[in-house]
């Protein structure tokens, strides 16, 4: 099945830019969608089909997807973005069509 | 505002049935795919199963195939996950939550409900 794999853990000071990839066999050709998901809440839509943001998302978060991985960027990071972040993909072609990536835990300095 | 409520969550033997509820409001539910996706407690996301805003087209996860039924009724805004055979490996927090797309599944999630806990334990 496919395998999406992101760095456990990600630290950034407040005011810094946070990077979180996401790599998978040419998921390039996917559309990744990411979610945010703060202690005992429900996850929440940031970045859907690349680099899109839904209403109310600030311009602060935005997204990439070439080759063999995605990248969520968190700019201007502040105390309120420590999170777990997931991406996601839908691979019609396969048995599992939705798989979501492993999930990285920001923590802000 | 768009609004997932789910419930019935709850304490289950292994082996045991259970049924999930979630109500919809603040939207045409009727115009959208639904899912189901769970998270074990400490664990990542895993999907569990759509249906298609008309319902009748569904779709399963392996792990839930055969032992887990999604259904919906558009009348009452109202999305449900039939659960049997249950096992310990299905401990999780269920969430419902919306497709991203009308009509066509886009397979994204733009909309979660709070979550039902499930616990089948003996």
């Known amino acids: 099945s496919y395998v999406l794999t992101q760095p456990p853990s990600v630290s950034v000071a407040p005011g810094q830019t946070a990077t979180i990839t996401c790599g998978g066999d040419?998921?390039?050709?996917?559309?990744v969608h990411w979610y945010q998901q703060k202690p005992g809440q429900a996850p929440v839509l940031v970045v859907y089909?690349?680099?899109d943001r839904p209403s109310g998302i600030p311009e602060r978060f935005s997204g990439s997807n070439s080759g063999n991985s995605a990248t969520l960027s968190i700019s201007r990071v502040e105390a309120g973005d420590e999170a777990d972040y997931y991406c996601?993909?839908?691979?019609?072609?396969?048995?599992?069509?939705?798989?979501f990536g492993t999930g990285t835990r920001v923590t802000v300095l | 505002q768009v609004h997932l409520v789910e419930s019935g969550g709850g304490v289950v033997q292994p082996g045991r049935s259970l049924r999930l509820s979630c109500a919809a409001s603040?939207?045409?539910?009727?115009?959208?795919?639904m899912h189901w996706v769970r998270q074990a407690p400490g664990k990542g996301l895993e999907w569990v199963a759509v249906?298609?805003?008309?319902?009748?087209?569904?779709y399963y996860a392996d792990s839930v195939k055969g032992r887990f039924i999604i259904s919906r009724d558009n009348s009452r805004n109202s999305l449900y996950l039939e659960m049997s055979s249950l096992r310990p490996e299905d401990t999780a927090v269920y969430y419902c939550?919306?497709?991203?797309?009308?009509?066509?599944?886009?397979?994204?999630?733009?909309?979660w409900g709070q979550g039902t806990l499930v616990t089948v334990s003996s």
């Open positions: 996601q993909v839908w691979d019609s072609s396969a048995d599992h069509p939705v798989v």
């Open positions: 603040g939207f045409t539910f009727s115009s959208y795919p």
């Open positions: 939550a919306r497709d991203g797309a009308v009509v066509r599944e886009e397979y994204f999630f733009d909309h």
């Open positions: 089909d690349d680099s």
């Open positions: 249906i298609s805003y008309d319902g009748t087209t569904k």
């Open positions: 040419n998921i390039g050709t996917n559309s």
